[in-house]
């Protein structure tokens, strides 16, 4: 069944099987530049009619051209739907979620969070808490936290980025710039010494920069495969991050590497 969201149309991974291979498709696409349905069968060890079906979906997400026999990525750059995102390194995501939330000290703060699997983590975490202001330009976040009676959720104006469920743009980077919070939990793309911290698109970019920019102490929270790695859109600089939290597959030399620059980095594992 298609789930939607005010609107949003969400991807149709009913179970965590079928999400793990639809990512697993659109990783052998973005490893050339076309395929033949039967050759991505092959290497997934499914039917043709079971891959058939996958790319009927992903085109339907405007992930996927088929023309002609064959199919290929619309930009391999394009951001994955965080409904399929969720299926990836969903434990370490979850431990990387604990230990950031325990950054928080009881009591009463303001805390703004950017949309994507890791921070979504990170919200069902403060959903127990009380007395938290919860600032976002996630709809997914939002929703998840609409009915817990402790907390106090404000959502960003903005025009909507539907594989993400994010809202960017003037509006949404208004209201991060008009509110002072002690902690901005951020989800990245990449992060790195020399890059800092990254993202792919450069409108989501703007947004959280104004997150970041007006919190007393940035916490970015990546699993892994995110340390080391490089986009195309600059979020903040490693000097203006104060705690990274990630597991034990990232990189140990890129580690030292941002310990070196001041961040305080917090491990958990990844199993």
């Known amino acids: 069944m298609v789930g939607s969201l005010r609107g949003v149309r969400l991807p149709h991974a009913t179970t965590t099987r079928r999400a793990t291979r639809l990512l697993a498709l659109l990783t052998l696409l973005d490893e050339s530049e076309e395929a033949v349905p039967a050759d991505l069968a092959s290497a997934l060890g499914v039917s043709g009619a079971t891959v058939r079906r996958d790319l009927a979906e992903l085109e339907a997400q405007c992930l996927v051209v088929r023309t002609h026999g064959r199919a290929h990525r619309v930009e391999s750059s394009v951001d994955v739907p965080v409904a399929l995102k969720d299926t990836r390194f969903r434990e370490a995501k979850r431990r990387i979620a604990v230990r950031a939330a325990a950054l928080i ?33 996630s709809l997914t976040t939002a929703v998840q936290l609409s009915s817990r009676p402790g907390l106090r959720v404000i959502v960003n104006g903005g025009w909507l980025r539907p594989h993400s469920a994010e809202l960017v743009g003037p509006l949404t980077e208004g209201t991060f710039a008009a509110m002072e919070v002690e902690f901005a939990l951020l989800g990245i793309d990449g992060v790195s010494a020399a890059a800092g911290a990254t993202t792919h698109d450069d409108t989501e970019a703007r947004a959280n920069r104004e997150m970041i920019l007006h919190a007393q102490r940035v916490v970015v929270v990546a699993d892994g495969s995110k340390v080391g790695r490089v986009t195309s859109a600059r979020v903040a600089d490693v000097a203006e991050v104060h705690d990274l939290v990630t597991d034990t597959t990232a990189d140990p030399g890129e580690l030292a590497r941002i310990r070196d620059a001041g961040v305080r980095v917090h491990l958990v594992d990844a199993r």
């Not at 969070?113 to 600032?135: K, M, Q, W």
């Open 105 to 137: 000290p009881p009591g009463r703060h303001g805390v703004a969070l950017n949309g994507g699997s890791t921070t979504a983590e990170v919200a069902r975490t403060l959903a127990e808490r009380d007395g938290l202001t919860i600032v976002t330009n």
